[in-house]
T-cell receptor
């Protein structure tokens, strides 16, 4: 079965600093990979996705992620954190009629 | 509305009571999913509907949970004889065709079982 690992449940980053959230996946078939963001008391919003083609994917709010098959990774980055980036971030992979989600990263932005 | 809607937004019930949670997917979306989000368990898949095909119920945690989708649109998740461990946020998502498409999520129903 497909699965995702996200390390570090809580991530603190200074305003203006690089945001890096790590995601490693396991999949027996070519994966479709997603990053979602969840703000308090809201549903999940798609940040970006990788299906096929270009391995560097750009999403909303200045985020991007790179699919690296050799490393089975799909890490999320943003060059400069903003206070509005404080939220929970989930990596997910498709498989078996569902999205399999990681445990999530709660991002705290320090002024 | 343009997005997925869910009702109620919050539900408080007593242990042993039945509850019904409703999901209105985006118009025209053929695939509909239910997930559960709880502390310590993260986001768990519950059930998947695709068009007129038999639903994939493999994620339902017990036979107290059931779901239906009427007319290929609205879905209802029913939990019978609720238990305290059923307390969670129940999220519904829909996608245009199927699994390879982006899933759009509703705001969720926050269920508290006392």
């Amino acid at each position: 079965a497909q699965s995702v690992t996200q390390l570090g449940s809580h991530v603190s980053v200074s305003e203006g600093a690089l945001v890096l959230l790590r995601c490693n996946y396991s999949s027996s078939v070519p994966p479709y990979l997603f990053w979602y963001v969840q703000y308090p008391n809201q549903g999940l919003q798609l940040l970006l996705k990788y299906t096929t083609g270009a391995t560097l994917v750009k999403g909303i709010n200045g985020f991007e992620a790179e699919f690296k098959k050799s490393e089975t990774s799909f890490h999320l980055t943003k060059p400069s954190a903003h206070m509005s980036d404080a939220a929970e971030y989930f990596c997910a992979v498709t498989g078996d009629n569902r999205l399999a989600f990681g445990k999530g990263n709660q991002v705290v932005v320090i002024p | 509305g343009a997005g997925v809607s869910q009702s109620p937004s919050n539900k408080v019930t007593e242990k042993g009571k039945d509850v019904e949670l409703r999901c209105d997917p985006i118009s025209g979306h053929t695939a509909l999913y239910w997930y559960r989000q709880s502390l310590g368990q993260g986001l768990e898949f519950l059930i998947y509907f695709q068009g007129n095909s038999a639903p994939d119920k493999s994620g339902l945690p017990s036979d107290r949970f059931s779901a239906e989708r009427t007319g290929g649109s609205v879905s209802t998740l029913t939990i019978q004889r609720t238990q305290q461990e059923d307390s969670a946020v129940y999220l519904c998502a829909s996608s245009l065709l199927g699994l390879d498409e982006t899933q759009y999520f509703g705001p969720g129903t926050r269920l508290l079982v006392l």
